[in-house]
């Protein structure tokens, strides 16, 4: 039997598990509306809702940009990585994008 993995690291505070499982819940709330977006189109409206899945989709995206700015805040993450990240990112996906920016009224 091989020895039990034990981290030498600190494990998170209460607060930072708490903004980490948030952080968590936000992206899956993010997922299922780009989801619901995706099914059923950007300007559908579910029964029982006031709002269009673009409009729900931008209102999660930004529970998720505040949850950030908390993470940086209680230095659960550091700025200068999410800078990094967006610049690889943004190069990834000026590669392998396969598709460009059409505006509605235009044709394909």
């Given at each position: 039997?091989?020895?039990?993995f034990i981290?030498?690291?600190?494990?998170?505070?209460?607060?930072e598990?708490?903004l980490?499982?948030?952080?968590?819940?936000?992206?899956?709330?993010?997922?299922?509306r780009?989801?619901?977006?995706l099914?059923?189109g950007?300007?559908?409206?579910q029964?029982?809702?006031?709002f269009?899945?673009?409009?729900?989709?931008?209102s999660?995206?930004?529970d998720l940009?505040?949850?950030?700015?908390?993470?940086?805040?209680?230095q659960?993450?550091?700025?200068t990585?999410?800078?990094?990240g967006?610049?690889?990112?943004?190069?990834?996906?000026?590669?392998y994008?396969?598709?460009?920016p059409?505006?509605?009224?235009?044709?394909?």
């Amino acid at each position: 039997m091989t020895e039990r993995f034990i981290t030498p690291c600190d494990l998170p505070t209460p607060h930072e598990r708490e903004l980490l499982t948030i952080l968590v819940e936000e992206c899956a709330e993010i997922q299922q509306r780009a989801t619901k977006a995706l099914r059923f189109g950007l300007a559908e409206i579910q029964p029982g809702q006031h709002f269009t899945n673009k409009f729900r989709l931008g209102s999660e995206i930004g529970d998720l940009m505040e949850v950030i700015q908390r993470c940086l805040a209680a230095q659960v993450v550091r700025e200068t990585a999410i800078k990094q990240g967006r610049v690889h990112k943004r190069a990834q996906l000026d590669k392998y994008m396969q598709t460009q920016p059409q505006f509605r009224g235009e044709r394909s």
